[in-house]
């Protein structure tokens, strides 16, 4: 099982920036191959798309997202980014990183986000 490793969550106040990260132990070559993205889920709720970014660098996400945050990869780190900004508390949730390669998911172990003042 390759392992996700996601860090930067916490809590922040309505208005504020984050920025999660997520480490793939993945090789070099198959992390630059995947479509990497960020999935989120509250209690009770299905796991919702955040944000995907592709192998080619192409980018797609959810309406309520678009404008406040960007996702990044850095190939070089095995890594991708999710920038976070103007947070609002419908943001707060679970934030999953995931990756898939060849028609399969892999899924890191979650990180909280939690927006209040």
């Known amino acids: 099982q390759v392992q996700l490793v996601e860090s930067g969550g916490g809590l922040v106040q309505p208005g504020g920036s984050l920025r999660l990260s997520c480490a793939c132990a993945a090789s070099k070559i198959i992390f630059s191959n995947s479509a990497m993205g960020w999935y989120r889920q509250t209690p009770g709720k299905q796991r919702e798309l955040v944000a995907v970014?592709?192998?080619?660098?192409?980018?797609n996400y959810a309406d309520s997202v678009k404008g406040r945050f960007t996702i990044s990869r850095d190939n070089s780190k095995n890594t991708v980014y999710l920038r976070m900004n103007s947070l609002d508390p419908e943001d707060t949730a679970v934030y999953y990183c995931?990756?898939?390669?060849?028609?399969?998911?892999?899924w890191g172990q979650g990180t909280q986000v939690t927006v209040s003042s």
């Open positions: 970014i592709t192998s080619g660098g192409s980018t």
């Open positions: 995931n990756r898939r390669y060849l028609g399969i998911n892999y």
